[in-house]
């Protein structure tokens, strides 16, 4: 389904369901009056607010991933949510750079956009998995490869995240840098110790997965903990076991990964704001995302999430074992769609300064990445 139908079924579910019960939150399209009030029509259109949309995994379709929780705020509040996905964490960066004074902007970002671009942003709120707060980055290699431990790493070609993700990239490189190995002027520039080849998570996974050539991927856990059985998790990081969100679907993909390292827990992303939009609206419906019920973050069905991809829906009622491989990879991708948080909690910018002293660590300049 293209992006404009998608959008259109959205439209069409606030028309019939949504205006009855809305919050009358006044406004118009585009910039507006600092106290919020309308200066639109008398037929009270909904207030546009551009939603700047952050990619993590290539194979992520993020309007649909996001459409719950898009439907949930234009149902609650009259005003009609404009999605601009971007290609890049960078690309994201770079919109909220622009964004002027009065324009309404809201976008999730990877956490380093708080050390990134700290003037142009305010954190509207953490987003957190199932009641976790704290994410983690790994390391993983495939099982019969000979990459036994981080130092192993060194001469070989390292897949990871975009540049600047935090847990894709990072903190994988502050991993392999506190193990011995110089990652040089990484991410910006190029690791002495190794090569360093960045895209996103799922590529990366599935570069090192499929490619003889990657000797170890940094991720998220996200991306990679389904790979690696839980008793590795057991043995390496007590941590992960009691904190992440991940770990009890460790192990449950093929194949199986090999852990080399878990990182210290990393303050989930962030929802942001443009800094310069200082209506009442935007509190509003910051208030409204952080007092969302779990339910406001879920897709009615996975029927729904098939339909919007295009995968024949039978799969969803089909026994797994009767499925075709390609089916098997459309479920997995159904699956997948489902919206990676189920809450929106308070946080400042102060909640990511271990972020920004991770920059500092690696020596990295935050305003030219």
């Not at 799922?202 to 903990?225: C, H, M, N, V």
Request: aromatic fraction near 6%; proline fraction near 5%; charge should be negative.
């Amino acid at each position: 389904m293209s992006d404009n139908s998608w959008s259109a079924n959205r439209r069409t579910f606030i028309k019939t369901a949504g205006a009855g019960g809305a919050v009358a939150l006044a406004g118009c399209s585009g910039g507006g009056d600092s106290d919020g009030g309308s200066t639109g029509d008398a037929g009270g259109s909904a207030t546009e607010v551009t939603w700047v949309m952050n990619p993590a995994e290539e194979e992520i379709d993020i309007q649909v991933q996001y459409q719950p929780l898009f439907e949930y705020i234009e149902s609650e509040a009259e005003v009609e949510i404009i999605e601009q996905p971007t290609a890049s964490y960078s690309g994201t960066a770079q919109e909220l750079r622009r964004a002027a004074e009065g324009d309404r902007v809201f976008a999730d970002t990877s956490p380093g956009a708080v050390a990134q671009i700290p003037e142009e942003i305010d954190v509207t709120g953490m987003r957190v998995a199932y009641g976790a707060e704290k994410y983690f980055s790994l390391i993983t290699t495939t099982t019969d490869s000979d990459i036994e431990a981080l130092t192993d790493i060194e001469g070989e070609v390292f897949a990871s995240a975009a540049p600047t993700s935090v847990s894709g990239t990072l903190f994988p490189l502050f991993m392999l840098s506190n193990a011995g190995l110089d990652i040089g002027s990484a991410p910006s520039g190029s690791p002495e110790d190794f090569e360093l080849r960045t895209s996103d998570h799922s590529t990366a996974r599935e570069q090192l997965i499929q490619d003889d050539r990657i000797a170890a991927a940094g991720t998220g856990a996200f991306s990679t903990a389904a790979h690696v059985p839980q008793a590795q998790f057991d043995e390496m990081s007590e941590e992960f076991v009691e904190v992440s969100a991940e770990y009890d679907g460790a192990g449950e993909n093929d194949p199986e990964l090999q852990l080399l390292a878990v990182s210290d827990p990393i303050p989930r992303a962030p929802i942001v704001s443009n800094a310069a939009w200082e209506e009442p609206l935007k509190e509003d419906l910051r208030q409204l995302m952080i007092d969302a019920e779990q339910e406001a973050f879920e897709h009615d069905s996975q029927a729904d999430i098939a339909e919007a991809l295009n995968v024949d829906p039978e799969i969803l009622d089909t026994n797994e074992s009767e499925l075709s491989d390609e089916q098997q990879d459309d479920l997995n991708l159904v699956e997948a769609h489902s919206l990676w948080f189920s809450g929106v909690v308070e946080a400042t910018k102060a909640d990511y300064d271990p972020v920004a002293e991770l920059g500092q660590e690696l020596g990295l300049e935050w305003s030219n990445l």
